[in-house]
């Protein structure tokens, strides 16, 4: 399932192009907000988040970046393939 975007919902990137590891670069399309919501049920937050939309292979969906993170009040574990977070019950 894709989200369907076309250019009308891009915010236009005026930034320099992206460099690769392999020193290649790619010019972002622009950024995206959209609405993300992690847990369920009684673990549900969603937050507003920007998205740098890039046209490049990878092998994630999304990547969430600090300020993401920090609007979660989100604690992530990269050995543990987890991430603990306050909901609004304070859970």
């Not at 969430?64 to 859970?91: C, E, F, W």
Request: proline share 4%.
């Amino acid at each position: 399932e894709t989200l369907q975007l076309t250019e009308r919902n891009l915010t236009p990137y005026v930034g320099s192009d992206l460099q690769g590891f392999n020193g290649t670069t790619t010019k972002p399309w622009g950024y995206v907000d959209l609405i993300v919501t992690v847990g369920a049920n009684e673990t549900e937050k969603s937050i507003k988040v920007q998205f740098l939309v890039v046209d490049c292979p990878s092998l994630y969906q999304c990547i969430l970046g600090r300020t993401a993170i920090a609007d979660l009040l989100a604690v992530p574990s990269t050995a543990h393939l987890k991430m603990k977070y306050y909901t609004n019950k304070g859970q």
